[in-house]
Every structure is written in structure tokens, then in C-alpha cells.
């Protein structure tokens, strides 16, 4: 396949690479797709320092290999078709783990943590060392929340979260509990190609982490529906 | 004392005389000009960075890049006034509006910093472990002020890298595909952040991809980082989000961060150069 095919090239090119400008002449560019060229440009023309150190268990190269929703919303630009979107959600759907029983909030306050920290994951040259602190959530890049500080924008604002979702008398139900960790398990469950992270799904947030951020959203005290 | 002579001379003079260092015009003018022509949150994002623009501390950068680039240097002891930057050796002029360009003597498309190093290699003899060439990303290094001066004699230019050659437009196409391209542990590509106009990551109003008034800002570098105190290249800008992404590290000069610039200098077409800029 595509990789065999480059193997030979690929070793001139790691080769004259570690010089400066040279690359190998045997590889004609011109004759690949755009796709084509642009797999070979990432894994095997030394553009990305594909054994650099990373937190998980598999590697850097990994983190480029694209799995089967990432593949589909590239070659779609975030347009699937409906046929598409739907299995996107249905797949989505299938990697959601629910707590057992009624989803019970978490601490608010440690949901604020993690979804003002945008550290975690981050590599060379600036490396996150998750021993010294566990990554965050990132959720403040993109999101508003509350008042006292400023989120992103691209993302919808989460200002008031809770209290729009509870009644006068009632509190908030399972059923939009059991919607809001679905979004921040896998939000393609819900949006499909969104460009929100898989939290859950991909094992960036735990289970307990997702329960803290949901505090921070749903709770009557979290300044999320306070300011 | 260039800051006091930029600011006391008319823009013409600037332009006519060789003598006096400095980017071809007025940056602050040529973003102001731009500024008057659409309406654009990013543009006008910083105030202060607006009003920063004439004492620019890119502009010594400059300076000092001019005379680094006439000094006769390296084990030959030549300048690198014999240097092709495509329009011929000695010329600086226009050229880093038309980078990344195919060159005929390597083969290959290259960017600014990948000519210079060619250059320091074959005209003034470095080599490859020399710190004036491996020392890519630092403050104050010789490629900072190297491109900072050649770059500023494109100031005010159009963006117009060439997609003449089949391997300019193999370049540039595969740029486009790695933009678009969903990866790494948050799925992001290049357009989850610059697909749309007037949007912020926290504080940061983000340049928008399709709209070329915002591009050419964006990829208006060298620029004078003020959170970092110093002049930085585009490709330092590309590893920086490229690091955001949670990506492996780009490589500096590597075909892949050639075709994202082949990609992100086409999208700016047309539109004009601010160089040096002044960013966040």
C-alpha cells in the first residue's frame, strides 16, 4: 500500500533530512493526491518529530494516525452527509459509559479547575509533565461560563447553564443530565463533527472528572448560574 | 536611532533612499490603510499594539539584519548579497512576498528560512551544525534578523507566492489537506480555530482563514511578539499552534511546514504585507 511504496524514499529522505535542505529526488510530488502527499509529508518526510516524548502509554505517531470519525469529518469538512451523521452519532452514542444509577453532580469547585486549566497533553517544547498536575479540561478556551472571567467564543456560552435547564419547582432531570454528559463524553453524539474533544470517549476526562464539570454547570451554587 | 529617523521621515524617502535601513514603507500605514477597508474584530483586536507600531523593536531587528546580511561571513567570507531569493542574486526586494517559490538549483519549493540556510551553506560555507544555522527558533538569532530584514523589504506587497511550478502547486494543495486535516488527542485541525470570522480563544481574537484582509495580518511575520519580547518567525507561529493541538513538533524547514505556508501565503493573495507587525 501507500506506506510500502515510499519505504525506500522514506529512508533517503530521513537521511539527507537531518541536513538541512535536501530532500530525497526520487519521490515525485507531483504525481500524489493532495491527500496523498500530505500523509507522506507528515509520516514519512521527517515533518513531525513522530517519536517525541508523549504522557500516554502509545506515541506521538499515534496521535497523528487518524481514526475513522476524524477521517470523515476531514474529507467532509465538517459536512457529513445525513446518511453519514447519523452513523457518526450512532457510533458516538456506543462509546458512552453513563455512570450506574442516576447521574449525582459532583463538586463544583473542582469542576471550575479542571475546565479553566488548559493544561495537559502538550509536547515538546514545552512538555506537560501529568506528574506534577493532571491535565485540565480546556473547556475555558472556547466556552463563557460565568461572569467573573473570560472564556472563548467558539463555542456556545454556558452562562446561566443550570438555571435555564431548571423549572421554578423542579430540579433539573435525569434526562438533561444524562444529554450534558453525553456532550462532554462525546458531543458527536449529539453534533456530528463537531470540533468539541471527546472528552470521555478518548479518555481525556474520567468519568468522576465529567460529574465535577457537570457540578460546575448545573449546581444552584457554582457561579455559572450566579453571575 | 532608526526609530527617531523612521518617524521623522516622509514615507517617500524611506522608499528612495537605499541607504537608510528600514522595512519598504510604513507598516503602521499599511495596516492602518487595511483597517480602513473592512470592518474586522482582529485587525483591531489591540489598541495598544496599534499605537506601538512606529517604536516597533522590530525595527532594530531590521537594522541589524541588513548588516549581518552585508558582512562578509562564515569559513568563505562573503555576504550574502549574492544570495537568490528568487528574483535574481543581491535582490531582497519583493522577494519574501513570493516565498515559498520552486527554486531550480535545489529542486525544491523553499521557504525564506530554508533559502537562508542555503545560502550560509553553499555561499559562505556553514554547515549544518553551525549555531548561525541550527539555531532556528531562539531570540535575537541571526535567522531572526536575517528574515526580519529581507522579509521587510516586501512590506506593503501583495502576497503573491507563484503556482507556476507543478511542485508549488503540489505544495501547496497538500498545505490546504494538513488545514483541513481532524487529528491528535482533541481532533483539531488548523480551521477549529481560524474557520470563522471574529471568533476568541479566551482573550485572542482569531484571524479567519477565509477572509484575506484578516490573513495577511496573520501571516505578516516577522513580528514583534510582545508576550515573548521578540521578533518571531511564521514558523515559529506554526509550532506554536501546532504545540496548542497537542501534535508532535513540527519540524522547522521540513516539506510539511513548507506546503502550510505554500497554503497560508496563498489565502492572503493579493492582499498586503505588514512587515514588521506587531502581535500579542
Known sequence: ?227 | MLRTLFAAIPLAAVMASPAVSGPSGDPAEVLEELIGSTSSYYLTQSEQNLMMMPDNPALWTIEEGEELFRTPRGPNNVSLEECDFGKGPGVVEGVFVELPRYFEDTGEVMDLGNRIIYCMTTLQGFTADDPEIKDIHGSNTDHMKLQTFIASQSNGMPWNNPLDHPLEIAMRDAGEAVFYRRAGPFDFNCAACHGEAGKRIRASVLPHSSNPKEWTKAISWPAFRVGQDNARSSQHRVRECIWQMRYPPIVAGSDLSIALLSYWTDLARGQPAIIPDMKR
Not at chain 1, 539527507?16 to 504525481?31: M, S
Not at chain 1, 505517531?61 to 459536512?79: F, G, H, K, S
Not at chain 1, 514545552?126 to 473547556?139: L, T, V, Y
Not at chain 1, 450534558?180 to 476526562?205: D, E, V, W
Open chain 1, 1 to 227: 500500500m501507500f506506506e510500502n511504496k515510499f519505504r525506500v524514499a522514506a529512508a533517503v529522505a530521513a537521511l539527507t533530512l537531518a541536513g538541512t535542505y535536501a530532500i530525497a529526488a526520487d519521490v515525485d510530488y507531483t504525481a500524489m493526491t493532495p491527500q496523498e502527499l500530505a500523509e507522506y509529508l507528515i509520516f514519512e518526510a521527517n515533518g513531525f518529530k513522530l517519536d517525541a516524548q508523549v504522557q500516554e502509554e502509545s506515541s506521538a505517531r499515534d496521535r497523528l494516525v487518524q481514526d475513522e470519525l476524524q477521517m470523515v469529518c476531514t474529507e467532509t469538512r465538517n459536512n457529513p452527509s445525513t446518511e453519514q451523521a447519523e452513523a457518526i452519532r450512532q457510533a458516538a452514542r456506543d462509546t458512552i459509559v453513563y455512570p450506574e444509577g442516576d447521574i449525582v453532580l459532583g463538586d463544583w469547585e473542582k469542576g471550575r479547575d479542571l475546565a479553566w486549566s488548559g493544561f495537559g497533553y502538550r509536547l515538546e517544547p514545552n512538555f506537560d509533565n501529568h506528574e506534577r498536575s493532571g491535565p485540565g479540561a480546556n473547556c475555558y478556551n472556547c466556552h463563557e461560563f460565568a461572569g467573573d472571567r473570560q472564556g472563548g467564543t467558539i463555542g456556545p456560552s454556558l452562562r446561566n447553564y443550570g438555571k435555564l435547564r431548571a423549572s421554578e419547582e423542579e430540579e433539573v432531570s435525569q434526562a438533561i443530565y444524562r444529554l450534558a454528559y453525553g456532550i462532554i463524553y462525546n458531543a458527536h453524539s449529539m453534533f456530528p463533527c463537531t470540533r468539541m474533544p471527546r472528552q470521555g470517549a478518548k479518555g481525556l476526562l474520567t468519568q468522576e472528572q465529567i460529574l465535577d464539570i457537570m457540578a460546575y454547570l448545573f449546581d444552584p451554587e457554582s457561579p455559572v448560574n450566579n453571575e
